[in-house]
């Protein structure tokens, strides 16, 4: 395997197993291109961070990226301590291939009041991480980093309303605006900068009483859609 014939080349086989065991997660704090390139990792614990620390040529680093190193013993970098970065961690890989993603719907109609109502979406047609509550309709975010995140609500009642976004149950994008003797739907789209434990939800402001219509009970008209893009 090429990670294996990298690392022979960097630490002899006797090193390797005296310490074999001293693997550790890192995150990568910032990349220094070189020559040689390096890491500058943070370190567990709250201990602080390395810079100058070396990595295998397999990896391409990125910064935020979780990372598997191990502890030499066989420093070979000033500020570098006794580090090496073998690649990605197995919590860095999960996240690589499975990212937060979600889409549901209201399927039945939903009596609005005047003034501001979080949309009861109760139907979950995909949710990678378990991480949204048909209880409350908030979506909870696993992972800190940006999430695009949208959604549509309609009202049958052909009145004036406004499909909006809660960022941890505050307005935090507004769609369009609807004002028309015809029912709407109004559409809202956002990047929003989430941290761990933020929850996002789908609302619909009305200036007096109406029904939020979801057309054929299948999400057509009232639907939430979530989706992790990147660390911020």
Not at 18 to 33: D, E, G, M, P, T
Request: hydrophobic share 40%.
């Amino acid at each position: 395997m090429t990670v294996e014939r990298n690392f022979a080349r960097m630490l002899n086989r006797q090193a390797l197993r005296k310490h074999r065991r001293l693997l550790y997660v890192l995150q990568v704090a910032s990349i220094q291109v070189g020559p040689p390139p390096t890491l500058t990792v943070t370190l567990p614990g709250s201990r602080g961070q390395l810079s100058g620390v070396h990595y295998l040529d397999g990896y391409i680093p990125r910064v935020n990226d979780y990372v598997l190193a191990l502890q030499t013993g066989l420093p070979d970098a000033a500020g570098g301590a006794d580090w090496l970065v073998l690649g990605h961690s197995a919590a860095q890989e999960a996240l690589l291939h499975k990212k937060p993603v979600f889409s549901g719907y209201s399927n039945t109609g939903q009596t609005l009041a005047a003034g501001e109502n979080v949309i009861e979406v109760n139907t979950v047609v995909v949710d990678t991480y378990g991480a949204f509550n048909t209880g409350t309709y908030a979506y909870t975010c696993p992972i800190a980093g940006v999430y695009r995140v949208s959604g549509q609500c309609k009202n049958s009642s052909q009145i004036v309303g406004e499909t909006q976004i809660y960022h941890n149950g505050a307005v935090a994008k507004r769609g369009a605006y609807v004002n028309s003797n015809v029912a709407q739907g109004g559409v809202v789209t956002a990047l929003l900068v989430c941290a761990v434990g933020d929850t996002l939800q789908l609302a619909y402001w009305m200036n007096a009483a109406a029904t939020a219509q979801d057309d054929g009970g299948t999400g057509q008209s009232l639907y939430f859609d979530v989706e992790w893009l990147s660390p911020a």
